[in-house]
């Protein structure tokens, strides 16, 4: 099976996708890819997703100039697809950056894409870039389990969850900017169609740092196998959740998405 690339392209120009799929060739990978569409709305970011999943795609590389990567719709985009991937394969899978004009700092990117590797736009960017999609994806621990669910017409869901090997007495989950109308609670993986919710709790609000979330909550115990899904309207520019709190104490995961 021959490894491949997946390509995003954060601006349509035809030039810029040419030469990167052509480099990417002449060493020996498959490449594929597509020009970023900028419509949340239509949920678009979750278009590549079946593509970047086949097996055979080793590395996802991110293209595009300084100020694509400060724009917040393809930021929330970006994240959005990156926490999908990650669900998938894994939060060591490579995500690659390679800036117009100057290096991306990962750093100061949402959370799903701070483990993103720059790469420069020199002669070293093809060796380092076969390199990462050569090298096996090795296993990074979290703390928690994310996924997202775009369902046409019924809206964005987000999954959340314990990592493996933990539990969950109850479960919260926030939103900054945004606001949760819907809830469950059923088998990782799926968006359940009916839930039993034991003590559902609407309107919670709380504060991290200078961040206002507003969250819902239920008391279902949760273990790997097992996650509480939330449909989201808007585009929030993070969301927190964990095991519900008791008493005043929240040890909460905070996710930007922007």
Known sequence: MTKSIWATILEKDEAKGKALFEAIH???LGVNGHF???DLDKM???GAFSEISKPETAAWVIRG???SFADETKRYGLSMLAAMVQALKGHGFPIL???DAGAVDPATLPTPLKGAVALADDASLMPKLVAKANTPVPAVATQYHLDIHPLPGLGQWFEVGPAKGHAW???IFGTEGAEVDAHG????GTVPERAVLEYPMKGVKFSMGESAFDAWAVKNSLDEGNSYYLRVKGYPKAVAFGSLPEGDEAELYVVGLK
Do not use: L
Not at 185 to 188: F, M, N, S
């Open 97 to 99: 950056i390679i800036g």
């Open 169 to 171: 007495a109850g479960a």
């Open 44 to 46: 678009q970011w979750a």
């Open 26 to 28: 002449r060493y020996g």
């Open 36 to 38: 970023w569409v900028d």
């Open 65 to 67: 100039a300084q100020a």
């Open 185 to 188: 609670v059923g088998p990782r």
